[in-house]
């Protein structure tokens, strides 16, 4: 299905990356502050569903430019590639699930049980995409930080893999849930 890329899919996806740094102020705390829970995660994913790869993965490359430019990522910063990789590189890897958006959108038109199944799918490569920067990031920039002894590798592996879990669980629960709820929210009208 060819996506015609109008001025109201473009409109949508400044809107979600505009949505994403707002969530991120949602303070978030846990016992271990190596897990980060992106809250901005599922409106991307969701996004990406509609409108594809391209549109999500530029939503996303915005919301990391985004965090760059009000100055949230520079409390993280320590080199220039470093924020290149773990914010508009990651960010935009984010909108991945939009591999997924042609299937969702047939399985919820043919009314499929596999629709949840789709969603959560596209959601771990979603997922796992966005991390695999933050993971070679971690191994290059943080990996610094290691233990004594400790494998850059495996430290970042240990320090995002949390990461990693909860926003798998996060972003296909809440995304599992709302297409069975609202599924015409997975497909445009436009």
């Known amino acids: 299905m060819k996506r015609k890329m109008s001025l109201q899919v473009w409109t949508e ?3 979600i990356a505009a949505i994403g740094v707002v969530l991120s102020y949602i303070p978030i705390q846990t016992a271990n502050s190596s897990i980060d829970l992106s809250l901005g995660l599922v409106p991307l994913v969701l996004y990406s569903y509609r409108r594809g ?6 939503a996303g490359f915005m919301w990391g430019l ?3 430019l009000i100055g949230s990522a520079m409390r993280n910063f320590i080199t220039v590639p470093q924020i290149i990789f773990e914010y508009p590189f990651a960010f935009a890897f984010g909108g991945m699930g ?4 042609n299937k969702i959108q047939q399985a919820i038109r043919q009314n499929s049980k596999n629709v949840t199944w789709y969603v959560v799918l596209g959601g771990i490569v979603a997922v796992i995409s966005r991390w695999f920067w933050h993971y070679w990031a971690g191994v290059f920039v943080w990996g610094m930080y290691a233990p004594p002894g400790q494998s850059p590798y495996l430290y970042s592996l240990i320090f995002n ?3 990693v879990i909860i926003n798998i669980v996060y972003v296909g629960v809440v995304l599992g849930l709302l297409v069975k ?6 497909v ?3």
């Open 13 to 15: 996806g400044t809107m």
């Open 53 to 58: 790869v391209l549109p999500g993965m530029t």
């Open 66 to 68: 985004l965090n760059i």
């Open 98 to 101: 939009g591999m997924f958006a």
């Open 161 to 163: 893999g949390s990461s």
């Open 181 to 186: 709820a609202a599924p015409k929210l997975f």
């Open 188 to 190: 445009p009208k436009v």
